[in-house]
C-alpha cells in the first residue's frame, strides 16, 4: 500500500519505524507543514508582518534555509558554508537572513529552502549510513561537546515545530488559512 498524502502534501510520520524512520518522518512532515503554509504567497503576502514582531514568511523561509545548512553541512559534516551564507558578516548582521528575506524574489527564497531541505536530507543519510543516529557532528561546540545526528534531528523537529507555529499565525493573518 502506497502512503498517501493528506490535503497540504503532507505524509502523516511512520507509526512502527525504527527510530531513524521515526526521526525523518517526523521531521518531514514539519518541513512540509511548513511548505504548505509558504503555499501560494505572493511577495507582498510573505513579507506581511503581525505586529509588534518583524517576523516574516520570507524571513522565516530563508532562516530555516540557514538552520538546514548550518547543521547539517557545516555542523554535521564540517563542510564550509555555501552562498549565500559564506559572504555575511554574522557579527555585523547576526538577523542577516530574516531581514533581507523581505527584498529577495519569493521563487528565489523557496528555491534556496527546497534546495537545503534536499542537501540536509542527504546530509543526514550520508552521516546515518556511516554511524547510526549515534555519530556525532564533525564540528565542535566552543566547549568541545560535539551533538549526535539525533540531537540534530531532534532539534531540527524542535525548530521547525516551533517556527510553524509562527507561521500558523502570520498565515491566518494574511488570508485566514487555518489549520494544524
Request: overall charge negative; some cysteine.
Amino acid at each position: 500500500m502506497t502512503p498517501e498524502l493528506d490535503e497540504h502534501g503532507r505524509l502523516d510520520p511512520p507509526l512502527d519505524a525504527d527510530e531513524w524512520g521515526t526521526l525523518c518522518g517526523f521531521l518531514d512532515y514539519q518541513r512540509a507543514t511548513f511548505a504548505w503554509k509558504c503555499r501560494g504567497l505572493d511577495a507582498a503576502q510573505l513579507a506581511r508582518t503581525l505586529p509588534p514582531s518583524p517576523m516574516t514568511l520570507a524571513g522565516m523561509m530563508k532562516h530555516l534555509a540557514y538552520v538546514e545548512d548550518d547543521w547539517f553541512s557545516r555542523d554535521l559534516h564540517d563542510e564550509p558554508l555555501r552562498e549565500p551564507w559564506a559572504s555575511v558578516d554574522w557579527r555585523a548582521r547576526p538577523d542577516w537572513e530574516w531581514e533581507t528575506a523581505v527584498a529577495d524574489d519569493p521563487d528565489e527564497v523557496r528555491a534556496l529552502w527546497t534546495a537545503s531541505v534536499e542537501r540536509a536530507r542527504e546530509l543526514a543519510a550520508r552521516a546515518h549510513e556511516e554511524g547510526g543516529l549515534g555519530i556525532a557532528a564533525k564540528r565542535r561546540f566552543p566547549d568541545g561537546r560535539s551533538p549526535s545526528l539525533r540531537w540534530i534531528m531532534t532539534h531540527m523537529i524542535e525548530e521547525y515545530a516551533r517556527h510553524n507555529g509562527h507561521a500558523d499565525l502570520l498565515r491566518e493573518s494574511i488570508d485566514g488559512e487555518v489549520g494544524e
